[in-house]
């Protein structure tokens, strides 16, 4: 004996229900757009007000830290010579360093990127490593 | 072995000059390793060939021929393994592979697990446990699947044949600098040197790896025809082996974060840790599904689809890692060559699959119906479904920002075609879309794993619906009122721990009762009752132990819902309060070894005034990578909570520290979960083979 027609449609129906339901309530939370500093720095009005995430290399030279205040740092961004200030509120990942590629989340703010959120190039095995240079002086104090 | 295998090479090496053509003047490590793979890549091929044609011809010798050459290209992966391992001890730097990855200061052990380091041995490594598994399986099943074996000898040395082409056509793991050899290794990155990184990485490969075995019986049990029982019963335990080591590798790979990156979390939706978890639920919703194929004969299409597709989501993965096609913050090199063969190889293999199946299908029809939604087939059933949607939610959410970035780059190149639509923009998609959709599916598996067992096979009466359910029920119900007037507000934390409640009452009402019932039959102590209890029906017990460590590591998920989490700066001498502790800064130094230079606090825990327990965490600079000083996680840990701190900046003149403080409620019961985990599995994996009938009762 196999499941009546009338069990059929009504599993039929509620998985679908479900699944409409899923997908109409959940939403795109978590989803944003990424863009590179070169095409952000371009097309800059086109993002403003808007909470997206930049990928760009940071500017040897540029990060400055305001000791005492809960991470607050300022540096550039940059890719193709575009350059993109940015204002960092949080801690930086320990992967962050002058020179790497890091992905900040944030919004245009006064001609400024705000950002309270960074991923910085995580070292994975399968990388060709940055090779360290022996002169230079082991990291700040 | 391994050690004689070097000996043997470095007594090679040293009567080589001779014969040796090379410029250097000798037969190096380098020559000799690429050699190897060469020899082993058409041995491969020969292996492929005896077994396809050994299997047409139905020659013995043909077929034989075969299964020796699988065994062999297992000694050669062997020997080139031992070679790479060879050349990190010895530091021969002018194998590039070499000096990327390690360097003389590197300690031993680290030294020997480098060759799974990079890229190129990490594929060298993968072919040495593809040869050792096909040759286990091989050896185990030749006299008792000999319609098999053929075909099992074939595909597999096929696969072989693909990993061992990438080492020589692409990544040579042996390839050498053409010009100046380095005195010097790179070395190692800090943060993969730890224990976790030695054990997780190679957990998950064994489970990647070994998924091949079940594969090539599914193909061999389509070619053949021969699609009954028969090719599952060798199958279902390797699958289970490899659901052990990828279930310890995904939990070990969360566990190393969360100690080494500081940041308080295990789990972040990264598409290399996604590529491990794909393959994990299609291999979880087979080692069900198989149950019902055993029982009522039924799913044997279902079944083949899922060991298709759970190997076909390890090359995905694979692909996935390794290619670069996919953006993470995992760096990865980007190789359009490897992404493209890859590609291809994905492609045969679903093709060759499915069209095998295709024409298989008229075998391939179910012996039994489904008669009720409410047994134990229609809850397996949902179990399947849920899993493979979790398989394909994932895949496409992390596929997801490659299609856009795919749709950008062809509206670049062909304006015209693609006018009819906005090109858009790269998207991410982080955490919190991952949370929103795997949450409910998350608890719905949870709550098919209390009702599952309850339920019986065809048909469940309603007078056995109410003796089973009532329990579990109440005990979930006293589970949700409780944490909520304890002031836990979460819907979503309180609903884990309702399922939570309910799903161990299920399990314990099963141990209760069995336990019981044995001990009417005969006089025995509670101890002995459970004990034969488990060794009686293996699989059974075994699969109950498992969802007890499941309903474990919800539990710990559950401790999310109330995490609190705060960025604080203190000086010696200051204290913050979060939540019921209070953490004291009693002061830094600095010290240093050979390696790195390091700045440690001291931070007392307390809990209503009285000192816990001191936590010591810390930054350290390596002199190999100044730049990026590593955060030493330190924490103090209870079965209700964790309290973790990282430093994320100091300053040793003022003292002024700027540390991150988490309680993590509940986050151990994830570990203890996944012990109780493998320990369930490995009740199951003991089964014996007259217990098959007894099983599942």
């Known amino acids: ?141 | 072995m391994s050690i004689a295998l070097a000996a043997m090479t470095s007594l090679l090496s040293s009567l080589a000059p001779p014969l040796s053509a090379v410029p250097t003047g000798a037969l190096s490590i380098a020559t000799l390793g690429t050699a190897t793979i060469l020899v082993l890549f058409v041995l491969s091929l020969g292996t492929v060939a005896l077994g396809a044609i050994g299997a047409h011809r139905r020659s013995e010798r043909l077929i034989e021929g075969a299964v020796q050459g699988t065994y062999a290209s297992f000694g050669l992966a062997a020997f080139a393994s031992s070679l790479i391992i060879y050349a990190f001890l010895s530091g021969d730097y002018s194998i590039q592979y070499v000096q990327h990855t390690s360097d003389a200061a590197m300690p031993l052990f680290y030294k020997i697990t480098a060759f799974w380091g990079g890229l190129d041995g990490s594929l060298l490594f993968w072919v040495l446990l593809h040869t050792l598994f096909g040759s286990l399986a091989v050896r185990a099943n030749r006299m008792r699947h000999r319609e098999l074996i053929p075909h099992v000898v074939a595909v597999l040395a096929t696969i072989t044949c693909f990993f061992v082409g990438l080492l020589l056509f692409i990544k040579d793991p042996f390839s050498q600098f053409l010009l100046e050899v380095p005195t010097q290794g790179k070395g190692l990155n800090p943060l993969l040197q730890n224990l976790y990184m030695i054990i997780h990485p190679p957990s998950l490969y064994l489970g990647y790896v070994s998924l091949a075995v079940p594969y090539a019986f599914g193909m061999a049990a389509l070619f053949t025809g021969q699609v009954d029982a028969a090719w599952q019963r060798s199958v279902r335990r390797w699958v289970l082996f490899s659901w052990m080591f990828l279930t310890f590798g995904l939990i070990l790979g969360g566990l190393w974060a969360y100690e080494e990156l500081g940041w308080g979390g295990y789990w972040a939706w990264d598409p290399v840790e996604n590529a491990g978890l794909l393959p994990w639920f299609t291999a979880t919703a087979f080692l069900h599904s198989v149950m019902i194929q055993e029982r009522r004969g039924m799913m044997k299409a279902w079944n083949l689809v899922l060991i298709i597709i759970s190997f076909l989501l390890t090359i995905v993965g694979t692909f996935m890692t390794r290619s670069g096609v996919v953006q993470s913050v995992h760096a990865f090199g980007s190789d359009p060559v490897l992404a493209w063969t890859f590609g291809g190889f994905m492609l045969v293999i679903v093709l060759v699959s499915f069209g095998l199946l295709i024409w298989r299908l008229p075998l391939l029809r179910s012996r039994g119906e489904l008669e009720s939604v409410m047994s134990r087939e229609f809850a397996f059933l949902v179990n399947n479904w849920l899993f493979l949607i979790c398989a394909i939610f994932v895949l496409t959410a992390t596929m997801w920002p490659t299609f856009t970035e795919w749709r950008m780059i062809l509206a670049e190149r062909y304006p015209d075609w693609m006018a009819w639509q906005d090109p858009g923009e790269r998207v991410v998609i982080g955490p919190p879309f991952f949370n929103q959709y795997m949450r409910p599916l998350g608890l719905a598996l949870l709550l098919l794993t209390g009702i599952g067992p309850l339920l019986a096979w065809r048909k469940t009466s309603t007078a056995s619906l109410v003796r089973q359910f009532a329990g579990p029920l109440a005990f979930g119900v006293g589970c949700t009122v409780l944490p909520w007037q304890l002031g836990i507000d979460s819907p979503w934390g309180l609903a884990c721990f309702g399922l939570c409640g309910f799903t161990f009452w299920t399990i314990v009402q099963e141990f209760y009762r069995g336990i019981a019932l044995r001990r009417k039959q005969r006089p025995q102590n509670v101890l002995e009752a459970l004990i034969s209890l488990v060794l009686r029906a293996r699989r059974r017990y075994g699969g109950y132990i498992v969802h007890l460590g499941v309903v474990l590591m919800f539990l710990g998920w559950a401790g999310n819902a109330y995490k609190l989490e705060k960025k604080v700066q203190l000086r010696p001498g200051e204290e913050y309060t979060l939540g019921a502790y209070t953490i004291r800064h009693e002061g830094l130094h600095a010290t240093e070894d050979w390696q790195k230079e390091m700045i440690t606090a001291d931070l007392s825990v307390l809990k209503g005034g009285e000192v816990k327990d001191v936590l010591r965490p810390a930054r350290w600079w390596y002199y190999q990578l100044p730049d990026q000083p590593t955060t030493e996680v330190s924490r103090y840990m209870t079965p209700g909570e964790d309290v973790y701190v990282s430093m994320q900046e100091v300053d040793m003149t003022s003292g002024w520290t700027q540390l991150s403080l988490y309680i993590n409620p509940l986050v151990n019961w994830i570990w203890i979960g996944m012990a109780v985990m493998l320990a369930g599995a490995l009740v199951c994996a003991g089964t014996r083979k007259s217990e098959g009938a007894v099983d599942d009762a």
């Open chain 1, 1 to 141: 004996m196999a499941l009546p027609v009338t069990t059929k449609i009504v599993l039929a129906l509620a998985v679908s229900g479900i699944a409409v339901y899923m997908i109409s309530a959940g939403g795109s939370e978590g989803v944003l757009e990424y863009i590179y500093v070169d095409k952000f720095v371009d097309e800059m009005p086109r993002y403003a007000g808007r909470i997206v995430k930049v990928h760009g290399t940071v500017v040897p030279g540029t990060v400055q830290q305001r000791i005492g205040a809960a991470g607050d740092y300022t540096f550039e961004v940059e890719k193709d010579g575009r350059r993109l200030p940015v204002h960092y509120t949080n801690m930086v990942p320990d992967t962050f360093a002058e020179g790497g590629e890091v992905v900040l989340t944030g919004e245009l703010k006064d001609g400024r990127f705000e950002s309270e959120e960074m991923a910085a190039k995580c070292p994975s095995k399968y990388e060709e490593q940055a090779s360290a240079d022996p002169t230079k002086p082991p990291g700040k104090r």
